[in-house]
């Protein structure tokens, strides 16, 4: 039993005295590369710069902060800069200079970025330097408040509407370089361009954080560089195999009729609905109650499993270029709590949450209640910050729906955001946060399923579509405990 | 009792309840490497806001602070 428990299907290679060693010679690092290589072939078509841009920065480790800023311009550029999803409602002809002026605007938007900062931090008293990250989440607000009011056919708005996707795109990197303004850690303003948008991996959340976190974690001798590589392969191969058992249960679940009439040979399929229209049919009304449970689950394991290998394939990347960072997703089927499969499930989307919204109310409100200000705080980050980074990153909507439609349509996951904070909240103060204290039946049957049951009946309500009402979610929820109304 | 045993006993409480061992060093890294999460770094803001009434609201919050018995210490006698 013990032998079982401990038996690992990648090897912890960075472990082992042998392999770290070999990893630190020529051709301990070219094999690594090629295996870093092979696997992420899978997953990117842009595997080799990627693997081009690795190898450089494996070779010449002591100019890794200025390769890494090359190699994330180089991959912005090849990747024809960032998605800044134009508003579908400006006329298309005047979509087509955009590709040329699409690093203009990102280098505005990054001078912009950086008087921003000399400001806050030349002017340490002034008003606007004391709280710097909500002043710029204000500005941006407001901005994005005008140019809903401009008419959205001239040109004019078009360059705005640029300015602000890119200005959005980036929102969350500069707050961390502004978290990071004191840190003795933080590179200059220049390098730590390189660490927006790193070129191994896309997403609005910063991975892994800023740049000062960033700088902790580099690897600083060859020992520690082969570790970080090692553990970045077996990410990357624990990734493919966590993606292959995902299309596997896609195809079982769902069948991929519209890919090929079967995966890996398999051609047997369930037909289950996806919980979007299940949702969508009268809120579950014309599938019987066990679909719209088999709906629910399948759509909630699916989903783990690929955000999973999303942020594995973006974490071992940045293990791969030298920095030892943890992994996004973490054994969230572990979890001893709500709270504790909140930080297992999206490590860095809950930093991200964290840093810019619980850290500054729980400093400031409800000192002296230490269990409100715990509960107050947690509800400011899960519950207000969620709902207000999906918000900012939904900017095509708010250009083409205009501020408030764009608000009101995000009600229901407002909802969402109310019940996790409080959720976690609650958690936070009464539950047991380790696994050690619990009898055997408790940790592994009664913990597992209430804390997964609560996050995959709770995914009914993670939605924005704003052609369902609340009531229809809760509609859909009570008929799977057979409740019918009407 | 010396400020900076006060905190190491508090900090080798912290890492018994993350079954932890009460063996680091001065510059070990305790929460960038996994050891302790932010949950433990709030019950040492509480820690240190009442033994040494530190206030963090105007400072600014860098969890980096809280890494390790050194920094913690730069950040009670700056």
């Known amino acids: 039993m013990v032998r079982l428990a401990a038996f690992r299907l990648i090897p912890a290679l960075d472990t082992y005295p042998k392999v770290v060693d070999f990893a630190q010679k020529l051709p301990g690092k070219i094999l690594l590369l090629a295996l870093f290589s092979a696997g992420i072939s899978f997953r990117t078509d842009n595997w080799l710069p990627l693997s081009a841009f690795l190898a450089v920065m494996t070779f010449l480790p002591q100019c890794r902060p200025v390769l890494l800023t090359i190699a994330t311009f180089g991959s912005l550029y090849l990747a024809n800069w960032p998605n800044v999803e134009i508003p579908w409602s400006i006329p298309q002809q005047q979509n087509s200079p955009v590709i040329f002026f699409k690093p203009l605007i990102l280098a505005a938007a990054l001078v912009f970025f950086a008087v921003y900062y000399a400001v806050v931090t030349k002017n340490r008293d002034g008003w606007f330097a004391k709280r710097p990250i909500r002043n710029l989440l204000v500005f941006y607000l407001l901005l994005l408040l005008t140019a809903t009011n401009l008419p959205l056919s001239s040109p004019q708005a078009l360059y705005l509407w640029t300015f602000l996707a890119v200005i959005g795109k980036y929102l969350w990197f500069f707050n961390y370089t502004l978290i990071?303004?004191?840190?003795?850690?933080?590179?200059?303003?220049?390098?730590?361009?390189?660490?927006?948008?790193?070129?191994?991996?896309?997403?609005?959340?910063?991975?892994?954080?800023?740049?000062?976190?960033?700088?902790?974690?580099?690897?600083?001798?060859?020992?520690?560089?082969?570790?970080?590589?090692?553990?970045?392969?077996?990410?990357?191969?624990?990734?493919?195999?966590?993606?292959?058992?995902?299309?596997?249960?896609?195809?079982?679940?769902?069948?991929?009729?519209?890919?090929?009439?079967?995966?890996?040979?398999?051609?047997?399929?369930?037909?289950?609905?996806?919980?979007?229209?299940?949702?969508?049919?009268?809120?579950?009304?014309?599938?019987?109650?066990?679909?719209?449970?088999?709906?629910?689950?399948?759509?909630?394991?699916?989903?783990?499993?690929?955000?999973?290998?999303?942020?594995?394939?973006?974490?071992?990347?940045?293990?791969?270029?030298?920095?030892?960072?943890?992994?996004?997703?973490?054994?969230?089927?572990?979890?001893?709590?709500?709270?504790?499969?909140?930080?297992?499930?999206?490590?860095?989307?809950?930093?991200?949450?964290?840093?810019?919204?619980?850290?500054?109310?729980?400093?400031?409100?409800?000192?002296?209640?230490?269990?409100?200000?715990?509960?107050?705080?947690?509800?400011?980050?899960?519950?207000?910050?969620?709902?207000?980074?999906?918000?900012?990153?939904?900017?095509?909507?708010?250009?083409?729906?205009?501020?408030?439609?764009?608000?009101?349509?995000?009600?229901?996951?407002?909802?969402?955001?109310?019940?996790?904070?409080?959720?976690?909240?609650?958690?936070?103060?009464?539950?047991?946060?380790?696994?050690?204290?619990?009898?055997?039946?408790?940790?592994?049957?009664?913990?597992?399923?209430?804390?997964?049951?609560?996050?995959?009946?709770?995914?009914?309500?993670?939605?924005?579509?704003?052609?369902?009402?609340?009531?229809d979610h809760f509609i859909f929820l009570c008929k799977l405990f057979n409740i019918h109304f009407s | 009792m010396d400020n900076r045993i006060k905190i190491k006993i508090f900090l080798q409480e912290l890492l018994a309840d993350y079954d932890a061992g009460p063996d680091f060093g001065d510059d070990d890294s305790l929460v960038t490497s996994g050891l302790l999460d932010s949950q433990a770094v709030l019950r040492m803001v509480v820690f240190l806001e009442e033994e040494y009434g530190l206030d963090l609201a105007e400072r600014g919050f860098d969890q980096n602070d809280f890494d390790s018995l050194t920094n913690i210490m730069r950040l009670i006698s700056p």
């Open chain 1, 180 to 471: 990071d303004r004191h840190a003795k850690e933080t590179p200059h303003l220049v390098l730590q361009a390189g660490y927006y948008f790193p070129f191994w991996g896309w997403s609005t959340t910063p991975f892994p954080k800023g740049a000062a976190y960033l700088r902790k974690i580099e690897a600083k001798s060859p020992a520690q560089l082969a570790v970080s590589q090692l553990k970045a392969i077996k990410l990357l191969y624990w990734a493919l195999l966590l993606s292959l058992l995902e299309r596997v249960l896609r195809q079982i679940f769902y069948g991929s009729a519209d890919v090929s009439p079967a995966f890996l040979g398999i051609s047997f399929f369930l037909g289950i609905p996806t919980l979007e229209a299940v949702l969508h049919a009268a809120a579950g009304h014309s599938y019987p109650w066990h679909m719209n449970w088999l709906a629910l689950i399948a759509n909630f394991v699916v989903r783990l499993l690929w955000f999973s290998v999303w942020g594995h394939v973006i974490i071992a990347g940045c293990r791969m270029a030298g920095y030892n960072a943890l992994r996004n997703t973490y054994k969230p089927l572990q979890s001893a709590s709500i709270a504790d499969f909140w930080n297992r499930f999206y490590y860095y989307f809950k930093e991200l949450l964290v840093d810019n919204f619980f850290y500054p109310t729980f400093l400031r409100y409800f000192k002296k209640w230490p269990k409100l200000r715990l509960f107050f705080a947690t509800l400011a980050a899960a519950g207000f910050g969620n709902l207000l980074f999906h918000f900012l990153r939904d900017i095509g909507a708010i250009a083409g729906k205009g501020f408030w439609q764009t608000l009101w349509s995000f009600r229901v996951y407002a909802f969402y955001g109310l019940v996790l904070g409080t959720a976690i909240g609650l958690s936070q103060l009464y539950e047991k946060k380790r696994t050690k204290d619990m009898s055997w039946f408790r940790k592994n049957i009664i913990t597992p399923v209430y804390v997964v049951g609560f996050y995959c009946l709770l995914s009914i309500f993670d939605s924005s579509d704003d052609k369902l009402t609340l009531t």
